[in-house]
């Protein structure tokens, strides 16, 4: 059975940082590419960073360039975000997936997990 933990969120002011966990199991994690998207209120569910399989190569969306970076731990079973200099719109529910084929191409699995929430005051 699939289970996707997120951790680490919480409220901080803009400019700070936060550094969510993602614990994986039920899939032979280091098989797959792993990704976080983010959900905000009224909005669409949205790609925003990408690992491959062994960690060596990430891809982050656009608007988190420069200041989220994503990294794994293949023994662990975790994929982690970091995020700094945090805006007042990265205020969203974050969650983990795993991903169907390369990491280039994020496409996430139908579950998810309880996600976790990411509030940036102003």
């Known amino acids: 059975q699939v289970q996707l933990v997120e951790s680490g969120g919480g409220l901080v002011q803009t400019g700070g940082s936060l550094r969510l966990s993602c614990a994986a199991s039920?899939?032979?994690?280091?098989?797959?590419?792993m990704g976080w998207f983010r959900q905000a209120p009224g909005k669409q569910r949205e790609f925003v960073a990408s690992?491959?399989?062994?960690?060596?190569?990430?891809r982050v969306a656009e608007s988190v360039r420069g200041r989220f970076a994503i990294s794994r731990d293949n023994v662990e079973n975790t994929v982690n975000l970091q995020m700094n200099s945090l805006k007042p719109e990265d205020t969203a529910v974050y969650y983990c997936?795993?991903?169907?084929?390369?990491?280039?191409?994020?496409?996430?699995?139908?579950?998810w997990g309880q996600g976790t929430q990411v509030t940036v005051s102003s």
């Open positions: 997936n795993y991903l169907r084929g390369i990491y280039t191409a994020p496409r996430p699995y139908d579950y």
């Open positions: 039920g899939r032979t994690f280091s098989s797959y590419a």
């Open positions: 690992i491959n399989e062994s960690g060596s190569a990430t």
